[in-house]
């Protein structure tokens, strides 16, 4: 397996703190079956924040301590990506990392809510000819509340990732609800770990393939799984057939409308 997204890189952002728990959580990937995974740290607008060449270089020197511990991983360059107005700019002018020097750049939206100009950054992202992949975007709760946001946007050619903790209710209730209706729908394109030190976030690969492979099936299963090989090949991604969510019965004010 590949996961695309893991604070595995050490002292850089609130993932790994040492050498020694970034080898750590590279273990628990490895017992999970990931055989590569990309290293993600935050890519900050206004705070802390690797160059491309940067990142290349911390993940060569921890590459070098991964194979020198014996642990087969294979440590990849990325980054995720704060949205910010002027990202457009900065990936322009080749400040920014993407996900294995591909095309596809990890894209984090606020927690809180969507911010007014998404969209216009989306657009800016896909005239540069790069592809935008939301970030766990079950966890924002604005999307909670309207998962057809996501619906629109996927239409055009953005591409989502959600948690393997989410299903397994590490973000709470609704992250977990919506994660699973994400999945149901066709809304999301990767399942990654979002690891941030040793383990239940770094083990949880393997958990949540298991949960989409009981709830979604084996066919959605390994699309995820493909699609996570096909990104750090620069490739296109499976086709998908995405549909908008109607919530049933009354509304409650909870996520999509549904009581727990």
């Keep these: 397996m590949i996961d695309i997204h893991a604070h595995i890189l050490p002292n850089v952002d609130d993932g790994a703190g040492d050498y020694a728990e970034g080898l750590a959580i590279a273990r628990d990937l490895v017992d999970c079956g990931v055989e590569k995974v ?7 607008g206004n705070g802390p924040r690797l160059t491309p060449e940067e990142t290349k270089e911390k993940t060569t020197i921890f590459q070098e301590k991964v194979d020198k511990e014996g642990i087969p991983l294979k440590i990849l360059p990325g980054a995720e990506v704060f949205i910010t107005v002027d990202l457009g700019k900065m990936v322009d002018n080749g400040e920014v990392p993407t996900l294995n020097e591909t095309r596809y750049l990890l894209l984090e939206l606020p927690l809180e809510k969507v911010p007014s100009f998404t969209e216009n950054v989306f657009f800016d992202l896909k005239v540069l000819g790069y592809i935008p992949v939301i970030a766990h975007p079950e966890r924002n709760a604005d999307i909670q509340k309207n998962p057809n946001l996501l619906f629109s946007w996927v239409n055009d050619g953005i591409k989502v990732q959600i948690n393997a903790g989410s299903l397994m209710g590490y973000y709470g209730k609704r992250a ?8 149901r729908k066709q809304l999301s394109h990767f399942l990654a770990s979002d690891a941030h030190s040793p ?5 949880c690969l393997r958990k949540g393939l298991k949960i989409v492979r009981r709830t979604n099936g084996k066919i959605r299963a390994k699309g995820l799984v493909e699609n996570a090989k096909r990104l750090i090949e620069n490739k296109e991604l499976l086709p998908s057939e995405p549909s908008p969510y109607v919530p049933s019965g009354k509304l409650t004010g909870l996520v999509f409308g549904e009581k727990f």
């Design 38 to 44: 990309i290293s993600t740290p935050h890519f900050l």
């Design 176 to 183: 977990r609800k919506a994660a699973k209706i994400l999945l």
């Design 199 to 203: 383990g239940k976030n770094s083990s």
